[in-house]
Each structure stands twice: as structure tokens, then as C-alpha cells.
């Protein structure tokens, strides 16, 4: 591999301390051509010795026979930039080192969450959909221009959070609907339920209906964090995706395969991230006050895994890949796949899949990201390894390149200096 003159390649390979936005560095006529020895194109297809050929933010060419070659990744695992469907991108620890939450609005939290974003795209993730605080706004919107460097954010901003009757009548939520598109908002989240482990609806079947209505009235996705009867509920509603889904039934997972809808269990790393962190989140509030108290947290893992066995075998369910990524798991989103592929039996190439053609068709960017091809956007990754033999090759992100800027280029440990191509 070599540093070419890309800017943030230097910053970030040479150590040099200057800083400059990603985007000033980017001519868009620039032609970029990267080698490959294993490509996966995002769909669960694999090509062999080919080429991939870059013009601005976008790749224009899959061939075998382009040059000169800029980045030579043979040796690797090339594959589209990875989409997390559900995080909490401004999510940090604050100066006490408890979790600050989704409402921490200091220049300290701005800056931790800047942090978030930065560590989220060297870990491979080139999209992320950040639900439930306004705080994600202006990180998306700096990040849009250029002034920073992070992952392609689409956010919720202000979720719809269910509190009985006091959610509103009908008419009331969908204003509130259409509030949200006014302000910005990509999708509206909505907290159908209580938590993991108990709790009924949080919201009435016509109050959900009324959201997931009128949100694809103005155009817009719906994301539904449902245990138990909600997820049924949200089905009913016709609400896009389906968050968490905790007590769901066989026949609630095979009415979402039949209705299309997009279903978001995780496998792990929200749990591991609570669990290592306990004295982080202890006493904050939604968690347990004692680290002791964590320990009951320990007995969801298990459903989680049975839960994702269970999906996976449910035919025409459309898994997608999201985190639910807080304080203490951004950058690490990839561990994710780990535990699907370990403790679920889902296939490697169906994880890798459900976070990059299948995630990019859930956002409705199928068109933008998601898989290596022409015309569409230059978000591509490179691992030290093999996902498809070894999943925890997905902790060895060696390359990062979005919208045709790199940021990452690390020469991993297996890769030996390569015979130059021209
Ligand atoms: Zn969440």
C-alpha cells in the first residue's frame, strides 16, 4: 500500500499534527485506483483480481485492467464501508466518568462525541443512523460539510417516546410526525415499549398506527424500539423497522417476513458494553444503582442469542445489522458480527451483508451505499484477514476510504511488501 498524497493518509500515517477538513483535500476529478485480491461486493458476492476505480466521491469502474494503481490491497479482504442502523453517536462518559447520557450539551460532550464519531469510521463504519437525541444534529451537519471527519450520520433527532395517554391523541402525534420532518429529522424513532425485561406497551395500537402513518404520509422511515406486544403492534402499524424485539413470537417474526418489515436484534455488544462498563452507568438514569444489580443483566444475554437464532431461521426476515452502540461501545460496533456469527449461528457473509446492501435498502440509500459498484458512493474498507473463515477479522480494519477520502490506511501485520504494480 502506499501513503499517496492523501492528506488525511499522512495525518494519520506519518503522524504529522496538522489538521484540515477531510473535504478540502478532495479534487472532485481526483482518480483514484485500488487493487484487490478478494473483493466481497456487499450483496454476498465475492470477485477475485480485480480493480476498483474511484472518480470524486464515487466509484465509476470494477476493472481487472485499470492503472495506475493507488492503493494496492491485495492480501486483504476489500468490502463496502459498513452501515450500523442503530447507535447513539453523542453518547459519552462525562468528566465523572458516568454516562452522561443523550442530553449532555457542554463543549466537552460535543467534543466526546466528535470523538465518537471519529472512532466509529476508523472502525469501519462508514454509515451510521444515530436515533433519539437532537444533540446528533449538528454532528451530522458538520460531518455533511466536511468540517469533520466521522461516519454519513442520518438521525431521529427527538424521538416519540410512548407515555400512555400522555403521548397524545392521534392528531396530536402526527403533528408531532411532522415537527420532526420540519427540524431535519432522516426517520422518527419511536420508544414503543418499556425496557428489556418488563413493562407493557408504552402506547396505544392507534397511537403507534397514527406515527408510522404519518411519517410514510411525509415520507419518512419509522424505527420502533418494541418488546414483547409491540413488536406485533409495530407490524400491525406497518412501521418500517423494529428495534431490540425482546418476547417477540415465531408468529410475530414470520408477520414481519410477510409485511417486509426490517428487524434490528443485537446479539451482544449493547449487553458487553453495560456489563464492562457497570460502574460507568451504575446510578445514572434507566440502570441499575449498584454494580451488584448488573449482575441480573447478565441473564438477557442468552435471550438475545435465542432470540437471533430464532430470526435467522424465520424465512424472508430482513435482519439488520445495528448496535444500539452508547458510551463506551463506538468503534467497537463491529463486535457485533462477532457475536452473531459466534454465539447465534448466523453465516458470516449474511452478517456482513445485513450491515452493508441490506442496511443501505433499511435506510432507502440502496441507490448511494452499500455495495461496490458503479455509481455509487466510493465507501470502501479493507480487513487484515478473512471474515468468512475468521469473523474476528472484522476487528482488523487496515483501510477506510468514504465518499473517496481515505482516512485509514494501515499496513497490516500479514501483508508483505507486494510486487509493484503498474
Ligand atoms: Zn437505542
Redesign the pocket.
Known amino acids: 500500500m502506499k501513503c499517496s498524497a492523501m492528506f488525511l493518509c499522512a495525518v494519520i500515517f506519518c503522524g504529522c499534527l496538522a489538521a484540515q477538513p477531510a473535504t478540502s483535500q478532495t479534487p472532485a476529478s481526483r482518480r483514484i485506483v485500488i487493487a484487490a485480491s478478494t473483493l466481497l461486493d456487499g450483496k454476498g458476492g465475492v470477485l477475485h483480481n480485480t480493480r476498483i476505480v474511484i472518480e470524486g466521491t464515487r466509484i465509476v469502474a470494477i476493472d481487472p485492467h485499470a492503472g495506475p494503481v493507488d492503493y494496492d490491497l491485495r492480501g486483504l479482504t476489500v468490502l463496502p464501508g459498513w452501515i450500523d442502523a ?3 453517536i453523542t453518547w459519552s462518559f462525562g468528566k465523572d466518568g458516568k454516562n452522561a447520557g443523550p442530553a449532555a450539551t457542554t463543549p466537552e460532550a460535543a467534543y466526546r462525541a466528535a470523538g465518537n464519531a471519529w472512532v466509529t469510521l476508523l472502525g469501519g463504519f462508514t454509515t451510521v443512523q444515530s ?2 437525541s437532537v444533540q446528533d444534529f449538528p454532528l451530522r451537519d458538520a460531518i455533511n460539510r466536511g468540517g469533520l471527519p466521522g461516519p454519513r450520520i442520518l438521525t431521529s433527532g427527538e424521538p416519540l417516546s410512548g407515555r400512555g395517554e400522555q403521548t397524545g391523541t392521534p392528531e396530536e402525534i402526527r403533528a408531532f410526525v411532522r415537527k420532526q420532518k420540519q427540524a431535519g429529522s432522516d426517520v422518527i424513532k419511536v420508544y414503543a415499549s418499556g425496557g428489556m425485561r418488563q413493562g407493557p406497551m408504552t402506547m396505544s395500537q392507534d397511537q403507534l398506527s397514527a406515527a408510522c402513518d404519518e411519517a410514510r404520509k411525509q415520507g419518512l422511515r419509522t424505527l420502533v ?1 418494541a418488546y414483547r406486544d409491540a413488536v406485533r403492534a409495530a407490524a400491525i402499524a406497518g412501521c418500517t423497522q423494529i ?2 424485539g425482546l418476547g417477540a413470537s415465531d408468529e410475530d417474526l414470520k408477520l414481519l417476513a410477510e409485511k417486509g418489515i426490517y428487524f434490528d436484534p443485537q446479539a451482544g455488544l ?1 449487553l458487553e458494553t453495560y456489563l464492562h462498563y457497570r460502574q460507568n452507568y451504575a446510578g445514572t438514569p434507566y440502570f441499575p444503582k449498584t454494580e451488584a444489580e448488573f449482575a441480573s443483566m447478565e441473564s438477557i444475554l442468552p435471550m438475545n442469542h435465542e432470540l437471533m437464532q430464532r430470526a435467522v431461521k424465520a424465512p424472508g426476515l430482513k435482519i439488520v445489522f445495528g448496535t ?1 452502540a ?1 458510551a463506551g461501545a463506538h468503534g467497537r460496533n463491529a463486535e457485533e458480527f462477532v457475536d452473531r456469527v459466534r454465539d447465534c449461528g448466523v453465516q458470516p457473509m449474511a452478517a456482513l451483508v445485513s450491515a452493508n446492501s441490506l442496511a443501505a435498502e433499511a435506510l432507502g440509500m440502496s441507490g448511494q451505499i452499500g455495495s461496490i459498484a458503479p455509481g455509487l458512493e466510493a465507501d470502501i474498507i479493507a480487513l487484515d484477514g478473512d471474515p468468512l473463515q475468521d469473523i474476528t477479522a472484522v476487528r482488523r480494519v487496515v483501510f477506510v476510504m468514504k465518499g473517496g477520502v481515505v482516512y485509514k490506511n494501515e499496513p497490516p501485520a500479514t501483508l508483505r511488501p507486494a510486487r509493484p504494480l503498474r
Open positions: 442503530h447507535v447513539h436515533v433519539g424500539h428495534e431490540h449493547l444500539d452508547v
